[in-house]
């Protein structure tokens, strides 16, 4: 135990001692744009690589094809992978995405400039998820710094498609059989460790009527006027999501929103086309093909009773596309060595107990949990999604929390991985 705890605390030294160097990467990283969208990346994951490089870490870049990158609604992706081999073992996965969304309107701060003020780093990307290539990196940097005999491996993955689901970032590497991890730990926040989370469906529904001139409405069907009582109907739905509980703690019930609507040409014309797209998210005790199935025939139905009493050359009809299914995560009974783990070494660490739950967002891990890998959501970050401004303007991270982090994930490798 006392050789352990001397460990711990040399590790614990050497990120202290390396601290500045760290939130240096983390700047560089940050300072590079990845907004998705578009989803020009490429650029992102060769700049990381390029800082790798000075720490002795070979990064194989993985391009995926450009047309199938264009299909897929983005410009450019090239995924990494970092591989530190030691010995027969398992092998461990750590994976944060450098794929963020634009950073919108009202920031008080560069959203590139990762400005630093009083201990707390501002920009795109610092808290989701960039922050977490810089825990990763240096807490493998600090464990290797023991030269002890390690039995297994370590594999970073550092990916660029979360935003838009997972298929080309991890989903690719795992379909493609380029990894195959034993466990994995992706990016999260430092108070919680996250075992499970929801699904999300998103469809794109498009509303078809016929365009006018507004001084003679009645010669054209109003898009706009028939997509509402769709929109109502979906919004009644989800009022009634509410009697549907989760058992898992941290998540509570399934939720819809209507995210974007585009419709009509201009002021004076009556709109001859509605699209509009809807996020449904769906707790892990949902059946995903159900709730897709469930949506289409409201909507569906919503169509047939307000063409109704419609004259039919009056009628609207509707095309319903899913852009996005992403899976819920459910906790796979082999994560629990590294649950255990990153509790005991938090409570070391942060001086307190942390939970292991659920959360409502859904991340790339369900993609590793799906190919039967065990996994968790543990990073840097404050205790809520809320406080880390992350999809909001000035997002930011306390740079204690990404420290203490750091030192938590270097523990926790040393737990699993040391003979």
């Known amino acids: 135990m006392t050789k352990d705890k001397n460990n711990y605390d040399q590790l614990d030294a050497w ?3 390396h601290f500045s160097e760290q939130v240096e990467f983390l700047t560089e990283l940050v300072k590079v744009p990845t907004d998705t969208p578009p989803g020009n990346n490429a650029p992102h994951a060769e700049r990381t690589a390029k800082l790798l490089e000075h720490y002795g870490m070979n ?3 993985i391009p995926i094809p450009a047309n199938i990158v264009k299909e897929a609604g983005l410009e450019s992706i090239t995924n990494l992978i970092v591989r530190r081999e030691y010995s027969d ?4 996965a750590l994976n944060a995405h450098g794929d963020v969304v634009p950073p919108g309107e009202g920031w008080n701060f560069d959203p590139y400039g990762a400005q630093i003020v009083d201990g707390v780093m501002y920009g795109r990307a610092t808290a989701v998820s960039k922050c977490d290539f810089s825990t990763y990196t240096f807490a493998v940097r600090a464990l290797e710094s023991l030269q002890l005999k390690l039995q297994g491996n370590i594999e970073l993955h550092f990916t660029y498609d979360e935003e838009f689901g997972g298929e080309l970032g991890p989903g690719w590497l795992l379909s493609h059989k380029l990894t195959k991890p034993d466990l994995m730990i992706a990016a999260g926040f430092s108070y919680q460790v996250i075992t499970a989370h929801n699904g999300c469906l998103q469809l794109e529904v498009t509303v078809h009527g016929q365009m006018a001139h507004a001084a003679i409405p009645d010669s054209g069907v109003d898009a ?3 997509a509402l009582p769709i929109m109502r109907k979906l919004y009644e739905q989800n009022s009634l999501y509410q009697n549907i509980t989760s058992e898992v703690e941290g998540i509570t019930h399934p939720y819809l929103n209507i995210g974007k609507i585009d419709a009509g040409t201009n002021t004076n014309v009556i ?3 509605v699209v509009f797209k809807l996020d449904r998210r769906m707790i892990p005790e949902e059946d995903p093909v ?9 909507i569906t139905q919503s169509v047939a009773d307000y063409n109704k009493t419609l004259d039919p050359k009056k009628q609207i009809r509707v095309d319903i596309k899913r852009i996005l299914l992403a899976r819920s995560m459910r906790p796979l009974d082999g994560n629990k060595p590294l649950v255990q783990a990153i509790q005991k070494h938090a409570k070391d660490v942060l ?3 942390i939970p292991a739950l659920g959360t409502p967002l859904y991340t790339d891990v369900r993609l590793y949990t799906e190919h039967g890998i065990p996994g968790v959501i543990y990073g840097a970050g404050p205790r809520t999604v809320l406080e880390s401004h992350a999809k909001r303007a000035d997002e930011r991270l306390v740079l204690s929390d990404l420290k203490a982090a750091t030192k938590i994930v270097a523990r926790t490798l040393l737990d699993l991985l040391a003979k």
Do not use: N
């Open 271 to 273: 709109p001859g086309k």
């Open 59 to 61: 990064a194989k870049k």
């Open 290 to 298: 159900a709730v897709e199935e469930s949506l289409r025939e409201l």
């Open 351 to 353: 001086h307190e107990e």
């Open 89 to 92: 073992g398992p092998t461990i």
């Open 15 to 17: 990120i202290d001692a």
């Open 224 to 226: 706009l006027q028939g």
